[in-house]
C-alpha cells in the first residue's frame, strides 16, 4: 500500500500554501508516481511529485492527453465540456493550428500596446491604493489589472470595459468554487450568459470588420482551411479570461504576501532595479497558482517504473513540481535572484501558457512601481485562502502601505 492515501488531494481545502510541504517532500522522496483511489476504491487516479516526471507526462501529448479534460474534478467527473474545441484541453493538429493563432495574438507587436496599458493602469491602481494607506491588496489592485489586459487583447472598446469587466467578475465567481458540482448562484449564470451574447456580437462584427485583436485572428478563416464556429471562438475567449484573470491576481497577491515576509528580499528588491526580472519569476514559482495539471493517459504506459493504464487519470502537481530539491536549490528559499528557475507554474511542452508573458509583464509592473512609490508594506489582518484544488493564493489580502517621500517620476 502506497503512502499515498492518507491525504485526499480532492480535498479543497488542503491546498492553501504551505499545508502540504512535508507530504510532498514525502512523496517525491518515497512514493513519486502513487495511486490515489476515489469513490470507496472503484477508480483512481495517479498523482506525479517530481519536477522530472511531470515534465516527462505534460510534454508528451501522444501518451497523455488533454483531450477531455486537464482538471483533476472535470476528469474523474466524465470529461471537459469544452473538450476538442477549447484550446487547453485540445490535443493534435486542432490545437497546433488553434496555438498558431492564438500566437500571433500574443506576439511582440499585440503585447507591446498592452504592456503600456498594464503599466499606466498599474500605476493609477497602486498609486490610489497607496494614497488611501491600503486595503484589500487583491479587490483593489490585483483583481483589476489581469481583466483589463485580457479585454486589450481582445479588442473589447475601452467604452465597454467597465461593464465587461464587471460582468466577467461576478461570472467567476463560480469557477473560484472548487466543487465541480456546486451550481452556480442565478446571478453568476445570468453575467456567464450576458458576457458569452456580448463575445457572441463583437466576433460577429470582427467577421465582418477585423481588426488586430484575438477575436479577429479567431474569425479568420484558419485550422484546418475552415474558420472556428462562433461557439468555438466563444470557448477561447473564454479559455483566454479563465486561464489569464484569477491566476495572475493569485501569483500578484502572493507576491506581495511572500515580499512582506521576507523583509531581507523586500530591501533587496528595493535597492537592485535589475532583481525585478529574476524576481518576477522567483515570485511565480514560490506561488504556483496552479496547483495541478491533469491528462488522461493514450494507452498503456509506464512511468517512473509505475504501470498506467489506457484511460487512467495522471495528474501533475505543480506545487510539489517546483518545490524539488532535485530541480532547485534550496527550494524553500523565496529567493528573488534564484537563477535557474525551471519552475512549472506556466506548464510545459504543447499546453505552455500561452499568456506567459503578459503574465510576467503584469508583475514585474507590480514590482516597478512598488518599488518606486512604497517603502513599507504590512499585512494587517488575517488573510483567507482561496478554497480550491486546482488553483491556490489569497482570496483577499488586506495591508497597509507607507509610501515612498518623494516618489521620483523617473527612477
Ligand atoms: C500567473 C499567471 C498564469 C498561470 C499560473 C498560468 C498557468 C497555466 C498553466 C499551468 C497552463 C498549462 C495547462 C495545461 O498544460 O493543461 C496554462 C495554459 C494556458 N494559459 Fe495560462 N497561466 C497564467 C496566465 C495566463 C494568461 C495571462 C493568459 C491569457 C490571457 C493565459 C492563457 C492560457 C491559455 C489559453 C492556455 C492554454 C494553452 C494551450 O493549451 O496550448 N494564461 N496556463
Redesign the pocket.
Known amino acids: 500500500m502506497s503512502a499515498a492515501v492518507d491525504v485526499d488531494l480532492l480535498d479543497p481545502g488542503l491546498h492553501a500554501r504551505g499545508e502540504l510541504d512535508a507530504y510532498w517532500r514525502r512523496m517525491r522522496r518515497d512514493d513519486p508516481v502513487s495511486r490515489h483511489p476515489v469513490g470507496g476504491g472503484a477508480r483512481a487516479f495517479w498523482a506525479v511529485a517530481r519536477h522530472a516526471d511531470a515534465q516527462a507526462v505534460?510534454r508528451d501529448t501522444r501518451r497523455f492527453t488533454?483531450a477531455g479534460g486537464?482538471m483533476l474534478g472535470t476528469l474523474l467527473g466524465g470529461g471537459d465540456p469544452a473538450a476538442g474545441r477549447m484550446?487547453?484541453?485540445?490535443d493534435g493538429p486542432f490545437?497546433t493550428a488553434?496555438?498558431r493563432l492564438?500566437a500571433r495574438g500574443?506576439g511582440p507587436r499585440a503585447l507591446g500596446p498592452v504592456a503600456r496599458t498594464v503599466e499606466r493602469a498599474t500605476r493609477a491602481l497602486l498609486g490610489a491604493f497607496v494614497e488611501r494607506g491600503g486595503g484589500d491588496f487583491v479587490a483593489e489592485v490585483a483583481a483589476r489589472i489581469?481583466l483589463r489586459?485580457?479585454c486589450e487583447?481582445l479588442g473589447v472598446p475601452t467604452a465597454d470595459q467597465e461593464r465587461v469587466l464587471r460582468l466577467t467578475n461576478a461570472a467567476m465567481l463560480t469557477e473560484q468554487s472548487s466543487d465541480a458540482a456546486a451550481e452556480p448562484a442565478i446571478e453568476q449564470r445570468i453575467a456567464r450568459n450576458e458576457i458569452l451574447l456580448y463575445y457572441t456580437r463583437l466576433a460577429a462584427e470582427r467577421r465582418q470588420a477585423p481588426g488586430s485583436d484575438i477575436i479577429s485572428l479567431l474569425v479568420e478563416p484558419g485550422p484546418e482551411g475552415r474558420s472556428l464556429t462562433d461557439e468555438e471562438v466563444l470557448l477561447?475567449c473564454y479559455?483566454?479570461?479563465i486561464?489569464?484573470?484569477e491566476?495572475?491576481r493569485?501569483?500578484m497577491a502572493e507576491g506581495i504576501r511572500a515580499l512582506t515576509e521576507h523583509p531581507d528580499q523586500w530591501q533587496r528588491l528595493r535597492d537592485e532595479p535589475e532583481l525585478t526580472v529574476s524576481g518576477t519569476e522567483e515570485i511565480?514559482r514560490w506561488?504556483?497558482?496552479?496547483v495541478h495539471?491533469?491528462?488522461r493517459a493514450t494507452h498503456d504506459t509506464e512511468l517512473a517504473g509505475r504501470t498506467i493504464a489506457a484511460g487512467d487519470v495522471v495528474t501533475v502537481w505543480?506545487t510539489s513540481a517546483n518545490r524539488d530539491e532535485a530541480a532547485f536549490a534550496d527550494p524553500g528559499i523565496f529567493d528573488l535572484a534564484r537563477q535557474p528557475n525551471q519552475h512549472?507554474?506556466?506548464?510545459?511542452?504543447?499546453?505552455?501558457?500561452?499568456?506567459?508573458e503578459?503574465?510576467r509583464i503584469?508583475?514585474r509592473a507590480l514590482l516597478t512601481e512598488l518599488r518606486r512609490t512604497v517603502s513599507a508594506v504590512e499585512v494587517v489582518g488575517p488573510v483567507p485562502a482561496l478554497v480550491s484544488n486546482f488553483l491556490r493564493g489569497p482570496a483577499a489580502l488586506p495591508v497597509a502601505l507607507t509610501p515612498k517621500k518623494q516618489p521620483q517620476e523617473s527612477s
Open positions: 505534460v488533454s486537464n484550446v487547453v484541453v485540445t490545437h488553434l496555438r492564438l500574443f489581469p489586459a485580457i487583447l477561447n479559455n483566454l479570461i486561464g489569464g484573470d491566476t495572475a493569485l501569483a511565480l506561488s504556483t497558482p496552479v495539471i491533469g491528462r505543480n512549472l507554474t506556466f506548464g510545459y511542452g504543447p499546453h505552455f501558457c500561452v499568456g506567459a503578459l503574465a503584469e508583475i
